[in-house]
């Protein structure tokens, strides 16, 4: 089962994938039963109400706080905000507590090697490490949140708690990180935009870090044979199985082109939680899964690719990109919980199946 997508691409390219189906007879009964219940489980020692603070923050370019904001607005690694969406922070209370132990994120850019090497080795940590015994048939620690993930799939996509859902998952990973194997630099994000059109050549897809993304072989994901990763094998999925497959990847640099800054900022000018929501699931989100391809595509074992927490820091920094545009939108969230299929959305007019669009006729997308 492939992630969806809007049911037409930004740039006009046809590719349509239905929505998945639902009925997954082993995960019945399983679903909405809090999510925060099932993530305390694999991280009890956490407070859920607390957002704590980098441990280190490695990069050279935080000062000692003053104005968490302007700090990261100054950042060499920020982004620029297109005016239009230029972040109006919290309350001074708000921003005053974030002052005092900013959690900052780094573009893998910005990420030193150092960093870079730390961060592979804490995921590598958690593949080397027991299983907790309460996600069966997960053989590693890594492996509980891949299972944790393929048993809520169909509950938290193609509806309005992906982009928390999926936040949360991301912090709870980063935790585990911290508090299971040690890591203790600032966390990070990759920005896709930069890559559009051209995963492949991202040096995060390297020999010396992910390993590489190559295209697919017979028509099928092609199996890591290098990098931090290299020769892998996976035990949750593909799909509602669990049996024992090569970590694999098949890029598809027509559907990367759509993580581009373009939609990005398309998405930005959506006003309402479900319409942001909506075009950043079944828009970048969709694409960058599917771009990067085989157990990156498979909308329940996706996990099972390190990859996975770099597309998630992409989705859910423009989620908060989104967020600040006003302080409501970090505090509310709307529509329901089991809408959200694609068949509700409609994409404007304007984008044409038939004819690309060039950029000139991007800037007039609504
Ligand atoms: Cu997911």
């Excluded at 390190?306 to 970090?330: C, G, K, L, T």
Aim: glycine share 8%; proline share 7%; aromatic share 10%.
């Amino acid at each position: 089962m492939r992630f969806s997508l809007a049911a037409q691409a930004l740039y006009g390219a046809s590719i349509v994938v239905a929505a998945p189906s639902m009925s997954l007879d082993d995960l019945q009964g399983r679903i909405e039963d809090g999510i925060k219940d099932i993530i305390k489980e694999i991280a009890p020692a956490l407070k859920l109400d607390q957002t704590p603070g980098a441990h280190t923050i490695s990069h050279a370019s935080p000062k000692p706080p003053m104005d968490a904001i302007s700090q990261v607005s100054q950042a060499k690694h920020a982004q620029k905000p297109n005016p239009a969406f230029q972040s109006k922070f919290a309350s001074p209370s708000a921003a005053q507590q974030c002052a005092q132990n900013p959690n900052m994120r780094f573009e893998w850019r910005d990420y030193s090697n150092s960093d870079r090497h730390a961060l592979v080795d804490g995921i590598k940590c958690l593949m080397n490490k027991p299983p907790s015994g309460k996600f069966q048939p997960s053989t590693n620690r890594y492996e509980d949140l891949v299972r944790i993930h393929q048993q809520y799939a169909p509950n938290i996509h193609n509806n309005n708690k992906f982009l928390i859902w999926h936040r949360y998952f991301l912090w709870t990973f980063e935790q585990m990180l911290r508090e299971e194997c040690g890591f203790d630099r600032a966390f990070v994000f990759w920005d896709e935009t930069k890559d559009a059109g051209h995963f492949a050549e991202f040096d995060m897809f390297s020999p010396q870090f992910f390993g590489s993304l190559p295209g697919p072989t017979d028509g099928a994901g092609t199996c890591i044979r290098d990098g931090a990763f290299a020769n892998t094998t996976l035990n949750i999925g593909p799909g509602t199985g669990n049996s024992p497959h090569c970590l694999s990847r098949a890029v598809d640099e027509t559907a990367t082109a759509q993580c581009s800054k373009d939609f990005e900022n398309y998405c930005l000018t959506k006003t309402t939680y479900p319409e942001f929501e909506q075009c950043w699931e079944y828009g970048p989100h969709g694409y960058g899964h599917n771009g990067i391809g085989s157990v990156m595509g498979d909308v329940l074992g996706s996990v099972g690719d390190p990859a996975f927490w770099m597309h998630h820091s992409y989705i859910d920094r423009v989620f908060r990109v989104w967020q600040n545009v006003d302080e409501s939108r970090r505090t509310t969230i709307s529509g329901t919980i089991a809408g959200g299929a694609p068949s509700l959305w409609t994409p404007p007019s304007s984008w044409a199946a038939s004819a690309p669009m060039s950029r000139s006729a991007m800037s007039s997308i609504p």
